[in-house]
């Protein structure tokens, strides 16, 4: 059972558009969410992350929204970079010493 | 300065030997993690350590033993391996402070496979 679903596991987009990664979770007690980014034969690398209490959050180009009564957050790059060309997942977890529960990833393929 | 390390980077071994991958923190986290991402690139949890005590164990095998000499440090000694132990296995520490408590940084994870 997928506590954490990314039902996209690909994304192409051109350079200096935006990008939308989005991320579904059905667990009502993940009360914190994250993004990790990852590039090929290294670890996931913490990129922005949310709060319950918030519904938006804003890092340069990265934000991610949340909507918790549809049990939804996204990012958005904008503008997208060939850099950003790397594999996000998305994860959530709930108050207290509990682990993060991961989505299986979008590959993100940004275009020159 | 590398926050998460483990070792090794690679690891190919045949069935039923014993292994042990490395990780250490230099972030001064108290609290450590091993995943494992399958191939369907499902990234799990496997054990969690909070100042060298086990707080969390998964539904994994009794051939999977941490070990945790100091709060820098969770290692991953595997008996007898199987075939389906082939994965990369990933380590991380968790921050702290008022909005970090969830974050965690992640190792550049140990590409294991079992011939």
């Known amino acids: 059972d997928q506590q954490v679903k990314q039902n996209s596991p690909s994304l192409s987009v051109q350079e200096g558009r935006i990008s939308i990664l989005n991320c579904d979770y059905t667990n009502s007690m993940f009360d914190y969410f994250l993004w990790y980014k990852k590039y090929p034969a290294e670890g996931p690398t913490f990129l922005i992350s949310?709060?319950?209490?918030?519904d938006k959050n804003e890092d340069g180009r990265f934000t991610v929204f949340l909507n918790k009564s549809a049990k939804h957050l996204s990012l958005h790059i904008v503008p997208s970079q060939p850099g950003d060309s790397a594999v996000y997942f998305c994860?959530?977890?709930?108050?207290?010493?509990?682990?993060?529960?991961f989505g299986k990833g979008t590959r993100l393929s940004v275009i020159a | 300065d590398t926050a998460v390390s483990q070792t090794p980077k690679y690891l190919v071994t045949q069935m039923g030997n014993d292994k042990s991958i490395k990780c250490e923190q230099n972030?001064?986290?108290?609290?450590m993690y091993w995943y494992k991402q399958d191939s369907k690139k499902f990234l799990k949890i496997m054990f969690s350590?909070?100042?060298?005590?086990?707080?969390i164990n998964e539904t994994v095998p009794n051939r999977f033993s941490p070990k945790s000499p100091d709060k820098a440090h969770l290692n991953l000694h595997i008996n007898s391996l199987e075939l389906g132990d082939s994965a990369v296995y990933f380590c991380?520490?968790?921050?702290?402070?008022?909005?970090?408590?969830?974050?965690?940084?992640f190792g550049p994870g140990t590409r294991l496979l079992v011939l």
């Open positions: 350590y909070n100042n060298k005590e086990l707080i």
């Open positions: 994860a959530a977890s709930a108050s207290g010493n509990t682990p993060l529960v």
């Open positions: 991380a520490s968790r921050g702290i402070g008022w909005g970090k408590q969830e974050t965690q940084y």
């Open positions: 949310i709060s319950s209490i918030k």
């Open positions: 972030l001064g986290h108290d609290t």
